[in-house]
C-alpha cells in the first residue's frame, strides 16, 4: 500500500523567511514518482514539480527547490525568501509507474506567509 | 485554452436531488479523475477512468455514478443528494507515467453544496 505523509498541517511564517515543507512517503514499488501541487486560495490546484525514482537530483526553480532522498523515503520542497503570494495549500503526492495504479495524496501543509 | 474544464463551478441544490458535474479535458490524456476535496482541504481519489474504462473506484458510495462517454470526458452523476455531500470536486487528467507524463491536470473544480 502507497501512503504519503505531511506532518506539518499549518506553517507560519513571516515573509523573506526560508521555509520547508516536509514529505515522507512509503512505497513497495522499485519505480514510482513523486510530485508537488500547490492550491493558492482562488481553489485551482496547480502541478509544480514531478521527480521520478530514479532521480535523486536536487531541483531549484527559482526561489523553490526540492531535496529528494530515498534512503529515507523523503521529498521535501523548500521555498527561499518567502513572499506572501507563496500562502497556499501544498499537496504531495505519489504515483506507480501507470496510470492503472492510483496516485496517493498527503494531507496537504497549510503555508502562511505574512507581510 | 482550458485543459480542463469543469461545468458548473458551483452547485446549490436540496437533499434528494440529482445533480451531474460535466468535465472536458483537451490534453489528449488517457486517464481521468473524479476527487473530493472536503471542508479540511482533505483531497480523496473517487474514481479514474483510463480510455473510457474504470480502473479505480474507491469506496464510494453507488449513489455516485461516473460516466466516460470519450477519452476527452468524464462526468460525475450523483443520485440523491446529502449533506455530506457537500464538498469541491475536482476533476483531473494526466498521461501515463510511462510516456512522460503522471502529473495530474486539474479543472478549476465544482463546489456543491447540499442544503
Known amino acids: 500500500a502507497q501512503k504519503v505523509t505531511q506532518a506539518q498541517t499549518e506553517i507560519s511564517v513571516v515573509e523573506k523567511e526560508d521555509v520547508t515543507l516536509d514529505c515522507v512517503y512509503e512505497?513497495?514499488?522499485?519505480?514510482?514518482?513523486l510530485f508537488w501541487y500547490k492550491q493558492p486560495p482562488s481553489g485551482e490546484l496547480v502541478f509544480l514539480i514531478r521527480r521520478n525514482s530514479f532521480d535523486e537530483q536536487n531541483e531549484i526553480s527559482g526561489r523553490y527547490s526540492w531535496n529528494f532522498q530515498k534512503s529515507t523515503s523523503s521529498f521535501n520542497f523548500t521555498i527561499t525568501a518567502s513572499q506572501v503570494v507563496d500562502s497556499a495549500v501544498y499537496f504531495c503526492?505519489?504515483?506507480?509507474?501507470?496510470?492503472?495504479?492510483?496516485?496517493?495524496f498527503g494531507d496537504g501543509t497549510t503555508l502562511t506567509v505574512k507581510p | 485554452d482550458t485543459a480542463v474544464s469543469q461545468t458548473p463551478k458551483y452547485l446549490v441544490t436540496q437533499m434528494g436531488n440529482d445533480k451531474s458535474i460535466k468535465c472536458e479535458q483537451n490534453l489528449g490524456h488517457d486517464t481521468m479523475y473524479w476527487y473530493k476535496q472536503d471542508s479540511k482541504k482533505f483531497l480523496k481519489i473517487m474514481f479514474s477512468?483510463?480510455?473510457?474504462?474504470?480502473?479505480i473506484n474507491e469506496t464510494v458510495p453507488n449513489r455516485f455514478s461516473p460516466k466516460s462517454p470519450d477519452k476527452a470526458h468524464l462526468n460525475l452523476h450523483i443520485n440523491s443528494l446529502e449533506l455530506g455531500d457537500s464538498a469541491v470536486y475536482f476533476c483531473a487528467s494526466s498521461q501515463d507515467p510511462g510516456q512522460g507524463g503522471g502529473e495530474q491536470f486539474f479543472g478549476p473544480g465544482t463546489r456543491l453544496t447540499v442544503l
Open positions: 503526492a505519489l504515483s506507480r509507474n501507470t496510470n492503472a495504479g492510483k496516485s496517493t
Open positions: 477512468y483510463n480510455n473510457k474504462e474504470l480502473i
Open positions: 512505497t513497495r514499488d522499485t519505480t514510482y514518482y
